[in-house]
């Protein structure tokens, strides 16, 4: 539905370029040994995810804004729609980042990639043309 737009590529973990294959070897963020675990290339438009040595070191900054807008909504739900105790809401908190870690930490790759790369529907690998037609 939302194909073609940022928000895709975001949420999905889809290569930005081509919103064709998915940038981790293991689509289930909770097989902890693999969550990180990204290919090399798209295997569609061959775009290089990891752009530059250590480029996913960015990528904290947008987990840390992922990790507080997630505690923020739990706080307000747990302390401002279920009006429980200050130490309960901190509870909450800290157990929804642990569970949702995975989660976050993939949203931050996902987030910091999308800021450099745009998708572009019409980009062809030339390499994959150049090997085709030799």
Not at 3 to 20: A, D, E, F
Not at 51 to 57: K, L, M, N, V
Request: hydrophobic share 35%.
């Amino acid at each position: 539905m939302f194909k073609g737009y940022k928000i895709y590529s975001i949420l999905t973990g889809r290569c930005p370029r081509c919103h064709q294959e998915s940038m981790y070897q293991e689509p289930n963020a909770y097989k902890t040994t693999r969550t990180l675990k990204m290919n090399e290339r798209c295997s569609s438009c061959g775009l290089k995810y990891q752009i530059e040595p250590s480029f996913f070191f960015g990528a904290m900054y947008t987990s840390y804004g992922v990790g507080v807008a997630i505690g923020v909504a739990v706080f307000i739900i747990t302390y401002g729609f279920v009006e429980s105790k200050p130490i309960y809401s901190f509870y909450s908190i800290t157990g929804a980042l642990i569970l949702l870690f995975p989660v976050i930490a993939r949203l931050g790759r996902n987030l910091w990639i999308n800021f450099f790369v745009n998708y572009d529907p019409t980009f062809r690998d030339k390499s994959k043309e150049h090997n085709l037609k030799n």
